[in-house]
């Protein structure tokens, strides 16, 4: 075993041994809204959207984008789920503002270790075999942060499956100050 995986089975065990009755949450979510965001370790979509366990869904990849995956999720959310809002909410110094999909791809081509950056450039330390697969993956990276969210919120707006009833809201996420900035 490793010692994060010790860690969080500990953390787990003190959490489920106060789990009281958590249990009975219904499967839907409290507040009928569902909120699409950056797995950036940053982030807690708990505390800056005010969420309790149970409150909403939190859907969350790289760049918070709304890939067909993020869509299929925010899709049931609302037609077996009762969604009735939807949030697409990026964040400021992001990642996915730092390379493109070639660099991945390249990247990727000679090793599948962590790689390294400059400020500048990515590189790998070492080469120890790579695939040429990051070729064939859409990275969704961007330049213009507030494009990213524009861009997102209207891809799913304007999806066959979403229902033209669902407002669906832009915002970035400041991380140095923990506000929500609404994009237009």
Aim: with cysteine.
């Amino acid at each position: 075993m490793t010692q994060i995986r010790n860690e969080v089975t500990a953390a787990n065990q003190a959490y489920a041994a106060d789990f009281g009755d958590k249990g009975n949450l219904a499967l839907p979510p409290a507040r009928g809204f569902a909120i699409l965001t950056c797995m950036d370790a940053r982030l807690d979509p708990a505390k800056y959207a005010g969420l309790a366990e149970g409150d909403a869904h939190v859907i969350r990849n790289a760049g918070g984008r709304a890939s067909d995956d993020a869509i299929r999720s925010l899709v049931i959310s609302h037609k077996l789920l009762g969604t009735r809002e939807w949030f697409v909410i990026h964040h400021t110094d992001c990642g996915m503002e730092l390379f493109d999909g070639p660099t991945m791809a390249t990247l990727l081509e000679t090793s599948r270790a962590t790689a390294s950056f400059d400020g500048k450039t990515w590189t790998n330390p070492q080469s120890e075999g790579g695939s040429t697969e990051g070729w064939h993956v859409a990275w969704l990276t961007f330049r213009d942060l507030a494009q990213s969210v524009r861009d997102d919120v209207a891809r799913i707006r304007n999806h066959p499956l979403t229902p033209d009833t669902i407002p669906v809201h832009g915002f970035i996420y400041d991380v140095k100050t923990g506000r929500l900035l609404p994009v237009d």
